[in-house]
């Protein structure tokens, strides 16, 4: 018998990385929006007996900032709002960007109350003013919320439910 043996662990290391990498916004590092509806699918389904909150998170007037202050700087505020996210919610958490301005977070086993405190906590943190040429901006946000089991116990439904409650 004549064989050969390969050590292929560097190969499945490289292959992991790089299927994660995949599920990251390249931006943020935040997971991407197929990624976080996944990962939110999981623990809906692996965690049915408790209260998760689904938040919806959009950067209010982001046209206007790029407009006024270009690229560069709509897209620091987009990292900074990831990061204000990142502080805010528990690695156990799901956090992810989904749009051009738009975040997406399931809270996990949480109580509405403790919910709608850390939306109030986000967008204090967010918020701040951007000084140009002639020009004020303030950064602000709007979020929405949709509770598992009360608007609903899948991710369409409470993504639509928290989508809603953000443009209310």
Request: glycine content about 8%; aromatic content about 6%; overall charge negative.
């Amino acid at each position: 018998i004549i064989g050969r043996s390969y050590d292929v662990s560097s190969d499945r290391r490289i292959q992991e990385e790089l299927s994660e990498e995949a599920k990251r916004d390249p931006l943020t590092r935040l997971y991407n929006k197929v990624a976080a509806s996944g990962e939110v699918e999981r623990i809906l389904k692996s965690e049915p007996e408790k209260q998760h909150v689904l938040f919806l998170i959009d950067i209010d007037n982001f046209k206007r900032i790029n407009d006024t202050f270009g690229h560069t700087v709509g897209d620091t505020v987009i990292t900074d709002i990831a990061g204000v996210l990142q502080s805010q919610f528990q690695e156990t958490d799901v956090t992810a960007r989904v749009g051009g301005d738009e975040f997406l977070a399931l809270m996990r086993d949480v109580a509405p109350k403790e919910a709608e405190a850390c939306a109030a906590a986000l967008g204090r943190e967010a918020r701040k003013k951007l000084i140009g040429d002639d020009a004020i901006v303030e950064v602000t946000l709007s979020i929405g919320m949709a509770v598992y089991g009360e608007d609903g116990r899948d991710y369409e439904t409470l993504f639509a439910m928290a989508d809603r409650a953000m443009y209310a």
